[in-house]
Nanobody
């Protein structure tokens, strides 16, 4: 089992950058694929980015492609989401999620494919 804790959210102006983190407990974090999702007030949760167990494969929602970068440091049990050129429409609670995967496995982009979720971190982008 793994526990996830997000951090790094905050209030920034449009055009700014922010990096949020997802730190996992446990010693086998390298066996987990991880995804970032977000939920804005009154909207459904949506996929943002995903990364496979090694960090060698990533995938992004069209809305963030070219602006956001997902990465991981398995030695630190941490996945990052670097967010550049932030827009007011990026305002949401950002959640990381993880699922156990086999070596050589890929990434996952649907919420139901993940078993573990963090509590979320608020990102607010002002215009």
């Amino acid at each position: 089992q793994v526990q996830l804790v997000e951090s790094g959210g905050g209030l920034v102006q449009a055009g700014a950058s922010l990096r949020i983190s997802c730190k996992a407990s446990g010693r086998t974090f390298s066996s987990y694929a991880v995804g970032w999702f977000r939920q804005a007030p009154g909207k459904e949760r949506e996929f943002v980015a995903a990364i496979n167990w090694s960090g060698g494969s990533t995938y992004y929602a069209d809305s963030v492609k070219g602006r956001f970068t997902i990465s991981r440091d398995n030695a630190r049990n941490t996945v990052y989401l670097q967010m550049n050129s932030l827009k007011p429409e990026d305002t949401a609670v950002y959640y990381c999620a993880a699922r156990l995967t086999q070596l050589g496995g890929g990434y996952y982009i649907r919420g139901y494919e993940y078993n573990y979720w963090g509590q979320g971190t608020q990102v607010t982008v002002s215009s």
